[in-house]
């Protein structure tokens, strides 16, 4: 199953961001496709964290998903709007992009 995942994380964000990736990488473990995910609210602190930030990168490089962070909450933030558009692997998109991918998913789940 090809899953899309949208990680709407809290104040605790390095928690749900370290819980989110053992979640995509026990569904790709199990057989399960995760298309892309989206990190919105605290979860574009990922940024901000370079352990967790290279660990979601290596995992983007070896399942090729798509990795999109809300480009609204990043231009509240001018310097990670420059910041995410020069991370390799994660992407500022808008909601349609986000649309579109969970359009071609079968499933989407949300982690807080």
């Given at each position: 199953m090809n899953f899309s995942i949208l990680i709407n994380a809290n104040q605790n964000?390095?928690?749900?961001?370290?819980?989110?990736?053992?979640?995509?990488?026990?569904?790709?473990?199990?057989g399960h496709g995760v298309s892309a995910v989206f990190f919105y609210g605290?979860?574009?602190n990922v940024l901000k964290h370079p352990e967790l930030l290279s660990a979601w990168q290596d995992w983007q490089s070896q399942t090729q998903a798509k990795l999109m962070m809300c480009r609204t909450l990043l231009e509240d933030q001018a310097e990670a709007l420059a910041t995410a558009e020069q991370t390799p692997g994660f992407t500022p998109v808008g909601m349609a992009s986000w649309l579109s991918a969970l359009e071609s998913s079968e499933k989407t789940l949300e982690l807080t």
């Open positions: 964000w390095q928690h749900s961001l370290s819980q989110a990736l053992s979640v995509v990488q026990l569904m790709n473990q199990q605290q979860a574009i």
